[in-house]
């Protein structure tokens, strides 16, 4: 199974390669885009020392955290939600004709090998942060559970924005708030967000577990919205159940697929 | 290898229930060669699809080597092999032989096995031209072809070929016909088409089978086929009086 991925995610570079101009180009533009990223941070920090009580270092390390996540998946995951594409132009039928899992095939779908550069800015972004904090190695611990959380996070929301498009052929779009909007949210500290957008992220869709409850917990500190503590350690099984549901979307999905006339 | 029971599949479009396909039965034994012929719309490809479980029936029953395919899609896959006419599997931008070296790990097939495969179909489909040309550079008759042997190389018990002549001109056809010819009686493969040209039908089905709003209207040899009109009409003329229903008596 991810000997197979890993093939295909190979096959789709080699396919990239074919067009070296536009893979150089690509390349480029993902370590600009990045680095303005980051830029933002730090502007907003030459202007104050704190963000709804956290230090610059405190911001990055949640920004990391969630950026590593994010852009493992977007790298080899976000190609879910091209499906509508593949739904409309009918070559979805000969995705699955083959003998492998349709969302292994489809996650690697034209990967773009371009887009490593931006895992590797996330990964510098939270080295530096844990390094600056100098976090106290007894919850470090919990630092890969929260990265591999929300690697589980956004990749069910992936795969929920991809079974989506099965009835959705029509408004691609309309997902992406869901999958980069989601990303966008968990850049800062979710005390700078309303209570209610809060309370929404952490008991309805689980975003709050990406970074912001595990990274409480990394950072020594009290929720500003005062949950108890033991939400700091929910973060796994709520991925769980949002990955079941994902699963459970993505087949039903399949199994209505309606194809297209020919 | 193919059993259909009741199958159906229904469609809803904007409030009202197109039935693609209703009420079809049919049984393909091992070794056949089946046409299967339809005017547009009547269900063929509909059929092809809840074949290879790329659709789930809505209604009935559906067994291909022995699988549910819409349940089993994968592991049927081993079992047959699928050529779309209209769309290629096979990777756009790589050169022809890296699809098949792809296909070969998707599959699971063992080298040497693969090697003796694909050394056999280079030679009676001819690729040996264009094994290494990028595919989105073949032209459309060395593309079918590629696909062909991308649907084979697996080595399946079923080919199900959705119009696999489409747009050929008659040499490539009659190659392509004389190598399903050669698959279906050398290797016992059992080939499902569907197909408008009647060529192919009268060339390589020993039985044909007509579908017409999702129904069933004709199954039988060829002779059958032709029995259905007076003596000396062509098998143009035969399609036409069942297409249009002037033959039901």
Redesign the interface.
Known sequence: MV??YF??LW?WT???A??PASFVLMTVLGFVTAALDVAVILVIFANTTALAGFSREEVLLLYGAAGLSFTVCDTFVSNLDRISQHIKA?????V??????AWIQLAADRFNATRVGRILQAALVLGYAISALGIDWRRAWMIPVMVLTGIVIFSALWTMAGAVQFLLTDAPEVVSAFTYGSHQLNQYPLSIYARDLVRGVTYVLPLAYVNWQPGLYVLGRDDPFGTPEFMRFLGPAAALVLALLAALAWRQGI?????T?? | MIELDRAGRS?KVKRSVVHAVRDLSFTVSAGEFVGYLGPN?AGK??TI?ML?????PTAGKVRVAGLDP?RR???L??H?G?V?G????L????PLV?SFE?IR????VDRATFRSRLDELTGTLDLAGFLRT?VRQLSLGQRMRGDLAAALLHAPDVLVL?EPTIGLDVVSKASIRDFLRRVNSERGTTVLLTTHDLGDIERLCRRVMLIDHGHLAFDGTLDDLMATAPDQSSIEDVVTRLYTGTATT
């Open positions: 000997r197979t093939l295909l096959t080699r396919a990239a074919a067009y009918g070559t979805l039928d000969t699955l004709i083959r003998p492998v899992s199994r209505h697929y309606r194809s006339g020919s | 469609f719309g490809s509909t699809k290879c479980g790329i659709l789930t819409s899609r994968t592991t896959a081993r047959i699928v779309f209209q769309r290629t599997t990777w756009w931008d790589l890296d792809l790990h998707l599959y699971k990028p959705d």
